[in-house]
Nanobody
Framework: QVQLVESGGGLVQAGSSLRLSCAAS????????MGWFRQAPGKEREFVAA????????AYADSVKGRFTIFRDNAKNTVYLQMDSLEPEDTAVYYC?????????????????WGQGTQVTVSS
């Protein structure tokens, strides 16, 4: 059983930056892709970014390309989401998740373990 714990959310002004962290348990962290998803009130959970097990391949939603960066430190069993130039539209609960494979994928069903989420609120 893998446990994921997100941290780093908060309330910031538009144009600011945040870095989210997701710490994972387990001994084979580097074998699996990791993803970030978000869910705003009244909307379905949507893909944000994903990274392959070794960190060599990344995928981003069009809405965050050029502003967000996903990276991982396998020695620390941690994946990060660096969020720059935040906009009010980025306001959501952000979740990290572990894929069942090493490939970075953009659909929810690919992921078998999920964190509890961390709130990000961007004010104008």
């Amino acid at each position: 059983q893998v446990q994921l714990v997100e941290s780093g959310g908060g309330l910031v002004q538009a144009g600011s930056s945040l870095r989210l962290s997701c710490a994972a348990s387990g001994r084979t962290f580097s074998n699996y892709a990791m993803g970030w998803f978000r869910q705003a009130p009244g909307k379905e959970r949507e893909f944000v970014a994903a990274i392959s097990g070794t960190g060599g391949v990344k995928a981003y939603a069009d809405s965050v390309k050029g502003r967000f960066t996903i990276f991982r430190d396998n020695a620390k069993n941690t994946v990060y989401l660096q969020m720059d130039s935040l906009e009010p539209e980025d306001t959501a609960v952000y979740y990290c998740a572990q894929d069942r494979t090493s490939r970075p994928r953009a659909f929810l069903a690919a992921y078998i373990y999920w964190g509890q989420g961390t709130q990000v609120t961007v004010s104008s």
